[in-house]
T-cell receptor, first 114, second 111 residues
Framework: ETGVTQSPTHLIKTRGQQVTLRCSSQ?????VSWYQQALGQGPQFIFQ???????GRGNFPPRFSGLQFPNYSSELNVNALELDDSALYLC?????????????FGPGTRLLVL | TQLLEQSPQFLSIQEGENLTVYCNSS?????LQWYRQEPGEGPVLLVT?????EVKKLKRLTFQFGDARKDSSLHITAAQPGDTGLYLC???????????FGQGTTLQVKP
């Protein structure tokens, strides 16, 4: 069974640029959630995708957008990057979108905005 | 707004000591998950508790979910240097399946 994978592992961008982060869910999982983790903090929920549709969104501006593909992999896109977007971006997959479902995390993508 | 507060935020102990980390909220959660995270890596699931009053043991780790499903604790017996890391509690609730995380407890176990 393949776990959650994310790419790239590290990324450096400048303010105002756009970035796309990728996530492959664990085999058998149809739900992907994205989180942002600033240094020294717990992860913050960005949004969740269930069967290719957005299924809930946290307190993030519209320049954070996402996609889920038929194979349940997902992308997180961030436009007009700001310095505060520097963080570890985590993807988590689960077998369904239910509130009690266990989420399994990937290793994350470390984004640095200069 | 659902919030989870973890305490303590930092803990530095000697090998062999016992410790307890607390995770508290004023909100009810459908489930409570505990994760351990190493620097630069994603959180790794330790346990999920879903029933009020539930107690789960994982070797030297004991997890408890409060009767009202608003709080949880993690107790480590005879801590070892390999237990060093960031411990996160996360509550699941609502229809979206989003997890609400506490701010984490950084544990350092000195040999």
């Amino acid at each position: 069974e393949t776990g959650v994978t994310q790419s790239p592992t590290h990324l450096i961008k400048t303010r105002g640029q756009q970035v796309t982060l990728r996530c492959s869910s664990q085999s058998g999982h149809n739900t992907v959630s994205w989180y942002q983790q600033a240094l020294g903090q717990g992860p913050q929920f960005i949004f969740q995708y269930y069967r290719e549709e957005e299924n809930g969104r946290g307190n993030f501006p519209p320049r954070f957008s996402g996609l889920q593909f038929p194979n349940y992999s997902s992308e997180l896109n961030v436009n007009a990057l700001e310095l505060d977007d520097s963080a570890l971006y985590l993807c988590a997959s689960s077998s369904t979108a239910g509130a009690a479902e266990t989420q399994y995390f990937g290793p994350g993508t470390r984004l640095l905005v200069l | 707004t659902q919030l989870l507060e973890q305490s303590p935020q930092f803990l530095s102990i000697q090998e062999g000591e016992n410790l307890t980390v607390y995770c508290n909220s004023s909100s009810v959660f459908s489930s409570l998950q505990w994760y351990r995270q190493e620097p630069g890596e994603g959180p790794v699931l330790l346990v999920t508790v879903v029933t009020g009053g539930e107690v789960k043991k994982l070797k030297r780790l004991t997890f408890q979910f409060g009767d009202a499903r608003k709080d949880s604790s993690l107790h480590i017996t005879a801590a070892q240097p390999g237990d060093t890391g960031l411990y996160l509690c996360a509550g699941g609730g609502g229809n979206t399946g989003k997890l609400i995380f506490g701010q984490g407890t950084t544990l350092q176990v000195k040999p």
